[in-house]
Each structure stands twice: as C-alpha cells, then as structure tokens.
C-alpha cells in the first residue's frame, strides 16, 4: 500500500468518524426536538462501504483523495457548487413544487420545547 493510498483511507476514516459524531449528537438532539432526522448506524455502514473502494482508485483512473495534481477549484469549489445547486433544487421541489402548503417537513418545520419553529 502506497502512501497516497494511506492518506486516501486516513481521509475516509475521518469522513467516517464525523459520522459517527453525527450520529451520537443527532441521537441526543431527538430527545429534545421532534421531527427532525437522524443518522443511525446502518447510515454509518452505507457510508464505510466505500472504505475497500479506495485501493481500486487510481486502478480506474479516479485521482486519489488529495491527489497533488487537482488544483483547488476542482477539489473544492466544483463539489461544493454543484452541493448547493441539488440542495437548492431539493427545496424547490419536494417543498415548493411538491408539498406548497406543508411546514412540518423536517428541517424546515419542527417543534422544540414546545414553541413551533416553521418554514
């Protein structure tokens, strides 16, 4: 195993470690608050499937994770940009296309300690 494949699963152990953060604070923020979603570990399992799949990435033809020849906005700003756009489209279509009238979808409408937080 080459060194930039150790780098390429330290990366990926970390993504997947955030998981697994994620999962502990979401499960203690569902005590408090109703309606939203929650990571579990079957979630964390789908996002560690990818884990064998890194030492087959330069054998077809993907670039490793932090690869030194991809420049930043490559590395960065495209991902992130094309993010926003399908999370701004997800918006547009399951709420404003889809479901116009409906508040109570999760994250946008919940209910914490009472007091009713809405669109």
């Not at 195993?1 to 150790?6: I, L």
């Not at 955030?18 to 502990?24: E, G, K, M, N």
């Not at 489209?89 to 994250?107: G, R």
């Amino acid at each position: 195993m080459g060194r930039e494949n150790r780098v390429s699963i330290t990366v990926f152990a970390g993504c997947i470690l955030f998981c697994v953060i994620t999962l502990f604070y979401g499960q203690s923020l569902s005590q408090f608050l109703s309606g939203i979603r929650v990571w579990n570990w079957m979630s964390v399992a789908e996002v560690a499937i990818g884990l064998p799949f890194l030492l087959l990435l330069q054998k077809s033809g993907f670039p490793e994770l932090l690869d030194k020849k991809i420049n930043t906005i490559n590395r960065y700003l495209l991902p992130a940009t094309a993010g926003i756009v399908f999370g701004i489209l997800d918006v547009l279509v399951i709420k404003v296309i889809q479901h116009p009238h409906n508040c109570d979808w999760p994250p946008i409408g919940f209910q914490a300690n009472g007091m009713r937080i809405s669109c």
